[in-house]
T-cell receptor, first 116, second 111 residues
């Protein structure tokens, strides 16, 4: 089975540009998570969805960040405008939750974003 | 508020030198404790889920154990390929679907 798929794997952009990160979760998973990882702050949860509906976006740093999940097999994280402090590795993860299920999250390979 | 603290931050071992990583947690209604392994440049890889105190799980040289306040990841006779960052996370009853991650322990095993 294919795991979580993220694209692009690397993104280099200039300050002020719009950046869109993409994620395809594991088929059958009903939870999708977006994380950001830096050396200083570790792994931070930005937002998560359940059945395509955003449940908790309290980790989204500011209004420049937005996320959507138009269907069960696709999600985007957009940064507009981007700033150098947004440079990080962004991970998408998915899980299957519910009674008797473990909620184990499976992570994608990440997108390394560099904003110059 | 659910919280996870891992120690030590970094650990250096000689090949074959067994040790343990600690994960202390506070959570309202533990629904699961998770261990992940992360290699440089890759996403975290799921290792184990533990659900209740006294539970143990093993995979090759790794054994995870759980008490009411902490979990240990025991590494027996480690090899250089065990070098990675090990992350612990909890799922509490107040956070449906959401995991709270610790900062991780970076393990280096020297040949």
């Amino acid at each position: 089975d294919a795991g979580v798929i993220q694209s692009p794997r690397h993104e280099v952009t200039e300050m002020g540009q719009e950046v869109t990160l993409r994620c395809k979760p594991i088929s059958g998973h009903d939870y999708l998570f977006w994380y950001r990882q830096t050396m200083m702050r570790g792994l931070e949860l930005l937002i998560y969805f359940n059945n395509n509906v955003p449940i908790d976006d309290s980790g989204m740093p500011e209004d420049r960040f937005s996320a959507k999940m138009p269907n069960a097999s696709f999600s985007t994280l957009k940064i507009q405008p981007s700033e150098p402090r947004d440079s990080a590795v962004y991970f998408c993860a998915s899980s299957r939750g519910g009674r008797g299920l473990g909620y184990e999250q499976y992570f994608g390979p990440g997108t390394r974003l560099t904003v110059t | 508020e659910d919280q996870v603290t891992q120690s030590p931050e970094a650990l250096r071992l000689q090949e074959g030198e067994s040790s343990s990583l600690n994960c202390s947690y506070t959570v309202s209604g533990l629904r699961g404790l998770f261990w992940y392994r992360q290699d440089p440049g890759k996403g975290p890889e799921f290792l184990f889920t533990l659900y209740s105190a006294g539970e143990e799980k093993e995979k090759e040289r790794l054994k995870a154990t759980l008490t009411k306040k902490e979990s240990f990841l025991h590494i027996t006779a480690p090899k250089p390929e065990d070098s990675a960052t090990y992350l612990c996370a909890v799922h509490g009853s107040s956070n449906t679907g959401k995991l709270i991650f610790g900062q991780g322990t970076t393990l280096q095993v020297k040949p």
